[in-house]
């Protein structure tokens, strides 16, 4: 008897609550998919680094449960809640508590066992597109096939099952300390609106309101000087996502008891003390969607920089097909050479010197302006502070000494990148640099007097085409001078720029990096103490420097390793939301069973069909609305201001605005979906 009246509780279930069922089966169709990534045989072959996608996956994994526990938890709770009454009739005619609660979690264990079911076979399906979307971004022709990994599998009913097993105990304990009369009672508790010291509550809604305008000034006008304000901040801002629907709700309540001008006007008494009394009951859960929502717009947000990275400033940072960097000044690379002709075969090569004259006026000026360096270069005075500029910072940005280019050498290069010539008068010099930093810095060659055995070189031109500038012809730039100059200045280190005939193989890198190590670096030995002509430049955010670049082979590198940030961001961001709008869509369908006897008296009162079906769809819409909107303002905020400091420190050119919006397009094309869902389901049910 009792498994029969299990199967038609979950059938009952199943249809009250189909929108929770399926967002759990799509919850384990995408853990299963990502797990997949973790424990991918051919990602393992492919990247020493497949590590590094299978910790940030995992940390995902971490956070997913931890939210998916409180979406079980709080459905298994709720829907106790709903069905208290008929487990309060079970006592009443005969059936013990230990029995009713062992049905009770029957059920949901029979709930849980079919989304995971079906969800698994859904993930097998999610983890081809997945490994084809992945395949498509790192650039890899391999051809995706079905992979079911035992460890995979284990890792989802474990991370599932033990979400399931724990709200189900805790709901259980909670189910054994109520008696008949709680049972009856459990599911009037939020019936009845309690209104008490609303006209202080409700400051609470313009003090949420302009905190949060605060946060706004504070954090746009770059005020952040300490992680100790940002942290105190952040902290305000959590408890005002609470507190604001406590303060909206109150000035609701009281805005109805003044009878405003807009509460008798249709049918807005009735919505206004519906949704005030939802707000009032449902205050905590709503602050933990608004969370929920935030991270969900901040996580697609972030991939979205990055992705943009990738595909703008990616193929500018390896203009040369190979490029090998030696500190020995003397080193001529005729290993290097015949490794890459066996692989590849060699179209073009340069090998060619970078000089210093034992000066650093161009160091001195860019380390006193740049943002990247702050007020770390400059005395109280504002004076440059020669003596840490000497030292350098550690961070190996530029090399002691400014760095020079022969013309010829930096003519052959440009011819290889098929690039236009350049020519230069005695006294003149052309500034080759990275973009990114002449967009911060201008034209500042005015400012800047460059002196050679006494003499003073003017800036012919500023050039800003990809040129390699991690260290390898320089850091961040390189100043290129006739050759009668450059013969006379000292020879800094070596540099080797190969065009190739052919495809490189995938380990061409590899070999390159065998010809040098520590102890015997490209033909030099290397002390610790012996890096003054050591620079990567000012890049952050993402970086790349490495003494053997092979442009196929480190971009497939680099797109990997954007991958480990964007795939768990986007894991992240579609869970939480899904699971916000679950919890949203649930309240409401859930209730609609009340609120058919309400919308029942408005129908005998005289509003027609249509009217009653406008009212539910502004019912609705408002408590979507609402966690939507002030988590839309939040991480607006905070993604504005993210845009901005990512765009400044790596180069990307897509306006600030962009991400936000194309999170938010993203964010509204599945809250159309969820909400349309709840809507048809609400309206069938009032109608039935």
Not at 145 to 155: Q, R, S
Not at 272 to 286: D, H, N
Not at 310 to 322: G, R
């Amino acid at each position: 008897m009792f498994g029969k009246l299990a199967l038609r509780n979950v059938r009952r279930s199943a249809r009250d609550y189909l929108v929770y069922v399926l967002t759990m089966t799509f919850v384990v169709s995408l853990m299963f998919a990502f797990n997949s990534i973790i424990f991918s045989k051919d990602l393992q072959k492919m990247y020493e680094m497949a590590a590094i996608m299978a910790a940030m996956i995992g940390i995902a994994t971490f956070f997913i449960v931890l939210i998916v526990a409180w979406l079980i938890n709080y459905m298994v709770r709720f829907m106790l809640e709903k069905r208290s009454r008929e487990f309060g009739i079970y006592l009443l005619i005969g059936m013990n508590k230990k029995e009713v609660s062992g049905l009770y979690m029957k059920e949901n264990l029979l709930l849980g066992v079919c989304s995971f079911v079906i969800g698994l076979g859904l993930g097998m399906l999610l983890q081809q597109v997945l490994l084809v979307v992945l395949y498509s971004v790192i650039q890899v022709e391999l051809r995706p096939h079905l992979e079911f990994n035992g460890y995979c599998f284990l890792m989802t009913v474990c991370c599932f099952a033990g979400c399931y097993l724990l709200a189900l105990f805790r709901c259980s304990r909670k189910f054994r300390k109520m008696n008949i009369h709680d049972l009856m009672r459990e599911n009037q508790k939020n019936e009845e609106l309690k209104e008490k010291n609303e006209k202080i509550k409700r400051l609470l809604l313009p003090f949420s309101i302009l905190f949060i305008f605060a946060f706004g000034v504070w954090i746009l006008s770059g005020n952040i000087q300490s992680p100790g304000g940002a942290a105190v901040f952040l902290m305000g801002l959590f408890i005002t996502m609470y507190v604001f629907y406590t303060g909206l709700s109150a000035w609701i309540i009281c805005y109805v008891k003044k009878k405003g001008n807009a509460v008798y006007r249709g049918q807005n008494l009735f919505l206004l003390r519906q949704f005030a009394s939802k707000l009032k009951t449902m205050r905590f859960t709503m602050g933990t969607l608004t969370v929920l929502f935030m991270v969900a717009f901040l996580g697609c947000s972030v991939a979205l920089m990055f992705t943009n990275w990738q595909n703008q400033v990616l193929e500018m940072k390896f203009p040369f097909d190979v490029q090998v960097n030696s500190q020995n000044p003397e080193y001529d690379f005729a290993k290097e050479l015949d490794i890459v002709g066996e692989e590849a075969g060699v179209k073009d090569s340069c090998v060619y010197r970078i000089y210093e004259n034992h000066t650093n006026t161009m160091n001195t000026w860019l380390y006193t302006h740049l943002r990247y360096f702050g007020d770390e270069y400059r005395r109280e005075d504002g004076t440059p502070d020669e003596k840490k500029i000497r030292k350098g910072s550690g961070d190996d940005a530029y090399c002691r000494y400014d760095t020079y280019m022969g013309l010829s050498d930096y003519n052959h290069l440009r011819k290889m990148l098929g690039y236009s010539t350049e020519t230069l008068g005695k006294n003149e010099y052309i500034l080759q640099m990275k973009q990114r930093v002449y967009k911060e810095t201008g034209d500042f060659t005015d400012d800047v007097k460059l002196q050679d055995r006494g003499e003073t070189l003017t800036c012919r031109k500023i050039c800003t085409e990809s040129f390699s500038q991690d260290g390898h012809n320089g850091g961040d730039y390189i100043i290129v001078v006739p050759d009668e100059r450059i013969q006379q200045m000292t020879p800094y280190y070596s540099e080797l720029a190969v065009s190739v005939k052919k495809k490189v193989p995938d380990n061409l890198q590899n070999k390159l990096d065998d010809l040098s190590d520590k102890h015997d670096y490209a033909g030099h030995t290397y002390m610790e103490e012996d890096d003054d002509n050591v620079c990567y430049g000012t890049d952050t955010i993402v970086t790349y420097a490495a003494v053997n670049l092979v442009r196929e082979n480190a971009s497939a590198e680099v797109r990997y390793m954007l991958s480990c940030i964007t795939f768990p961001c986007m894991y992240i961001g579609l869970v939480f939301l899904c699971i916000a709008l679950t919890v949203l869509s649930v309240q409401q369908l859930s209730d609609s069973a009340k609120y058919r006897f309400r919308y029942q008296v408005l129908s005998k009162i005289g509003l027609g069909r249509r009217e009653i079906q406008q009212t539910v769809f502004r019912q609705l819409f408002g408590y979507y609305l609402c966690p939507a909107i002030l988590s839309a303002v939040i991480s607006g905020i905070i993604a504005v201001y993210m845009g901005a400091g990512f765009n400044f420190y790596t180069g990307v050119s897509t306006p600030v605005l962009q991400y936000f919006a194309i999170s938010f397009a993203l964010f509204f094309g599945v809250y159309v979906v969820y909400f349309g869902a709840t809507y048809v389901g609400f309206i069938r049910n009032i109608e039935e």
